[in-house]
């Protein structure tokens, strides 16, 4: 292999790299192989058409497996597929609206502060929701 070549191998992993990891432990070589083997056989398409064409279909994989998990019949909610994931950004949701919070009370602002504190207990109420369910399971 040519350094050049070596190069646009490192640079076609970096790409298929967005790609959902377990897509990627499927079909991740046999990209790669047909993109280095289209890239030997001549400059048919660009560089960059062939990376904007990986990225398109990150985003397309994506969407798909985000579809296959909102459709999933063996669990009702996303929440209980990936319950610490959910904890985590509803805790931390409730964190940024509580400094969102603090910072309209400073200004004055006190009944939108209290109108965000009620989208805070909402968040930690569903966080710990979550948290009970997932330790039933």
Do not use: N
């Not at 050049?4 to 432990?25: T, V, W």
């Not at 070589?29 to 400059?43: A, F, K, N």
């Not at 994506?62 to 985590?88: C, G, K, Q």
């Not at 602002?109 to 009620?118: C, F, I, K, Q, S």
Request: proline share 2%.
């Amino acid at each position: 292999m040519t350094e050049s070549s070596q190069a646009l191998e490192r640079r076609y992993r970096r790409l298929l790299r967005l790609y959902p990891r377990s897509y990627r432990e499927k079909h991740g070589e046999e990209l790669l192989g047909v993109l280095m083997t289209d890239e030997s056989q001549g400059p048919r398409h660009s560089r960059l058409a062939a990376s904007l064409d990986l990225l398109r279909g990150a985003i397309l994989v994506h969407t798909r497996y985000w579809w296959e998990m909102r459709a999933a019949t063996e669990h009702e909610r996303l929440a209980v597929r990936h319950p610490l994931f959910v904890i985590r950004v509803r805790l931390a949701v409730a964190v940024w609206l509580c400094v969102v919070s603090a910072v309209l009370w400073s200004r004055g602002y006190w009944w939108l502060g209290a109108g965000v504190a009620v989208f805070i207990v909402v968040h930690l109420v569903l966080a710990g929701r979550t948290a009970a369910r997932y330790r039933a399971e």
